[in-house]
């Protein structure tokens, strides 16, 4: 596929629930968002980066999403969904599929960082259409289907010291 090069356009998804999930599970630390971004836009040309999170009304969830647009991501937010049993969702899923898509016409690479199998479908769909694809996550708790799919996997957890803080 597609090599790396500077004048490569790239956008950077971040599914922010995925990483904060996988950070706290086996690392009790959080995301390293700069370190994140710059290492996915790799000295390339960055045309969008959107992280996507979840509203759970938690005191410092505003400050959080504050950080995350002056680091530079522009934030999707979602309002987590409580059902009648008391159970909850909320994911993005689609929404950033659908980003993907909509944006492959515009960049040369897509890095998506989650370690979601759900994924690796939209990474066929993208490669197909000529756009290489990136995936950033942590290794332990990636989906196989996902690293298989996409071009390069990227493991945060060989590199904490970058991604984690």
Same mark, same amino acid.
């Given at each position: 596929m597609?090599?790396? $090069?500077p004048?490569? +356009?790239?956008a950077?998804? *971040?599914?922010s629930? /995925?990483?904060? $999930?996988s950070?706290?599970?086996v690392y009790?630390?959080?995301?390293?968002y700069?370190g994140?971004l710059?290492s &996915?836009? &790799?000295d390339r040309?960055l045309?969008?980066?959107?992280?996507?999170v979840i509203?759970?009304?938690s005191? %410092?969830?505003?400050?959080?999403f %504050?950080?995350?647009r002056d680091?530079g991501?522009?934030?999707k937010?979602k309002e987590?969904k409580t059902?009648?049993? =008391?159970?909850?969702k909320?994911d993005?899923?689609l929404?950033?599929?659908?980003? *993907?898509v909509?944006?492959?016409? $515009?960049?040369?690479t897509?890095v998506?960082?989650?370690?979601d =199998?759900?994924?690796? +479908?939209?990474c066929s $769909?993208l490669?197909?259409?000529?756009?290489?694809v990136? &995936?950033?996550g942590?290794g /332990?708790s990636? *989906?196989?289907e996902l690293?298989? &799919?996409a071009?390069?996997?990227v493991?945060?957890?060989?590199e904490k010291?970058?991604f984690l803080?």
């Open positions: 597609n090599e790396i $090069h004048d490569q +356009r790239v950077v998804l *971040a599914d629930q /995925n990483l904060y $999930h950070a706290q599970s009790s630390r959080n995301i390293d700069s994140l710059e &996915a836009v &790799a040309s045309v969008r980066a959107i992280a996507y509203r759970a009304d005191p %410092e969830e505003e400050s959080f %504050e950080a995350l680091i991501f522009e934030t937010i987590i059902f009648a049993d =008391g159970s909850k909320a993005w899923d929404g950033m599929s659908l980003d *993907a909509s944006l492959a016409s $515009h960049v040369d897509v998506l960082c989650t370690g =199998g759900d994924f690796a +479908r939209l $769909h490669r197909h259409e000529g756009v290489r990136e &995936a950033m942590f /332990n990636a *989906a196989d690293i298989e &799919a071009d390069e996997f493991d945060l957890a060989d010291e970058t803080l």
